[in-house]
């Protein structure tokens, strides 16, 4: 983008690419969608997709995929074992990454729970930059607890540190001193740190984890799901890394670890997963729980044509104009909403424009999910599915009271190369009125709870009658428009 300068000036994310696929979309009017959204719980999970205009839900499994993607998946072997198409999948992770052991996954959660259950005993636990909610049940369930070691900066919704996603190395050192390291399981390093707002970790911070670990005898881990959007990052921010290539930083950032694990429905934009590891030990330690659990060790529950298009997918990561285009998007995105005074995550990372719903519905209290309201009204607003990032999506504790979350925010995911300029400006449009008129929304309630993630499931109801305040507002304002 940098590299096309437009005469008036403007700073303006351009696509790569051309669109040759559409799907059309349709928008239901106010009334309807505030009744789909009573019905489906105030949970933007639970929503028909027919009744969503924008989803911006997440970006996981939805990116849209390249013409050479497409054709791969026409090449693909479909042989219970031994299949060519998990072979060309192995050749190009052990290219990228260096490793020489490949496990494939049917996606990343997969992934975890076996890492979980092999590297996991009652009583460990596992320091992290910060956690995924799948990561952290995956863990508990296996006896373990985890602990939150990302830098103080990296807790601040406002900022200008360029690696929010980074390791406190010196509150990592305090705990290896004071656990032992044979009661860490091992340490977990998440690229793009997603719970955070998508922010990146600087390829000089892991190095420092690196060695640390190797000090120690622990074994370090990558959760490279959103590694896309971090090599991103690296590479536009990390002074030393200016003139390294996408290829020479996923080298780099590789070899610091025992084991790399995906989701390919993020890293390689189709659907699955897979684990490399760096030693046959560690290949033959999980291996059998992938036949138990997956698949054979060559599909591992993935449908071979996707495991075509993940490995193009993969190759295509190492091109920086394919990288740079969610960034650039949620950048755009980001500015924008900072000028109309909307609070928002900053910088801006990967995944995602992150709203800060503590500050947007200051007046809600923690306890009635200030970020679920928001994604409701939002839903209500515009057809506009976000994703709830807060209190929600913790546990209670055992005494009933809840886990308040460090962050409240309402992630607006910009799956890869999906929508056009026009349609994430007409979502900044209702997100500030939206603010224009946040005073309307109010809190929810939990109606029917789930005890284990609950915010996939969990069904809610608004504490006051404020959804039709803002059906009645909003007719007022937009009149005739849907
Ligand atoms: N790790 C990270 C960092 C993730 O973001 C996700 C999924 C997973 C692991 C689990 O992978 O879904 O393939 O089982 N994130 C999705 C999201 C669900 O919307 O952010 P999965």
């Not at 990390?238 to 930083?249: N, Q, V, W």
Request: contains cysteine.
């Amino acid at each position: 983008m940098e590299k096309i300068k437009l005469f008036s000036g403007e700073n303006l994310p351009l696509e790569m690419h051309k669109v040759r696929i559409v799907e059309k979309l349709n928008l239901i009017p106010i009334e309807k969608r505030a009744s789909a959204m009573l019905e489906a719980g105030c949970n933007t999970f639970l929503l028909k997709n027919r009744d969503v205009f924008i989803d911006m839900l997440t970006d996981s499994g939805v990116n849209a995929m390249s013409d050479r993607q497409q054709a791969a998946m026409f090449l693909a072997d479909d042989t219970y074992a031994g299949s060519e198409s998990f072979y060309r999948f192995e050749s190009k992770l052990q290219e990228l990454f260096g490793m020489d052991f490949v496990l494939p996954a049917h996606q990343g959660r997969a992934c975890e729970n076996i890492i979980s259950q092999v590297f996991v005993n009652e009583g460990q636990v596992v320091p992290m930059n910060y956690h995924f909610t799948t990561t952290k049940a995956h863990i508990q369930l296996n006896g373990g607890t985890i602990e939150e070691l990302i830098t103080e900066e990296g807790l601040k919704i406002t900022s200008n540190a360029p690696f929010k996603g980074n390791m406190d190395t010196v509150a990592l050192k305090q705990l290896i001193k004071d656990r032992g390291s044979d009661n860490v399981a091992f340490v977990r390093m998440e690229a793009g740190t997603n719970l955070i707002g998508g922010q990146p970790f600087s390829l000089e911070n892991l190095q420092e984890v690196g060695n640390m670990c190797r000090k120690n005898n622990i074994l370090l881990v990558l959760d490279a799901s959103l590694l896309s959007d971090n090599l991103h990052f690296i590479k536009e921010r990390e002074e030393k890394c200016k003139d390294l290539s996408i290829r020479e930083i996923t080298r780099k950032i590789a070899d610091e670890f025992d084991i790399i694990y995906f989701s390919a429905r993020k890293l390689g934009s189709a659907r699955g997963g897979g684990i490399c590891v760096r030693t046959e030990e560690l290949f033959d330690k999980m291996k059998g729980l992938i036949t138990l659990y997956e698949g054979f060790l060559t599909y591992g529950g993935m449908s071979v044509r996707e495991i075509e298009a993940i490995t193009v997918g993969l190759e295509e990561t190492m091109d920086e104009e394919v990288i740079n285009q969610g960034p650039q998007f949620i950048k755009f995105m980001v500015d924008e909403l900072i000028k109309a005074g909307v609070p928002v995550v900053t910088p801006a990372g990967g995944l995602g424009c992150h709203i800060d719903a503590k500050a947007f519905l200051s007046h809600v209290p923690q306890v009635e999910y200030p970020a679920g309201a928001l994604a409701a009204a939002l839903f209500i607003t515009g057809g506009i599915r976000g994703m709830e990032r807060g209190t929600m999506s913790e546990e209670r504790k055992p005494d009933g009271s809840e886990t308040l979350a460090n962050m409240e925010l309402v992630r607006i995911a910009l799956p890869r190369r999906v929508f056009t300029l026009s349609q994430v400006k007409y979502v900044i449009d209702r997100i500030v009125w939206l603010h224009r008129n946040r005073h309307l929304v109010e809190g929810l309630v939990f109606e029917d709870e789930p005890e284990i993630l609950r915010f996939f499931f969990g069904r809610l109801k608004p504490t006051s009658n404020w959804v039709d305040n803002l059906v009645n507002q909003y007719k007022t304002d937009f009149k005739d428009s849907l």
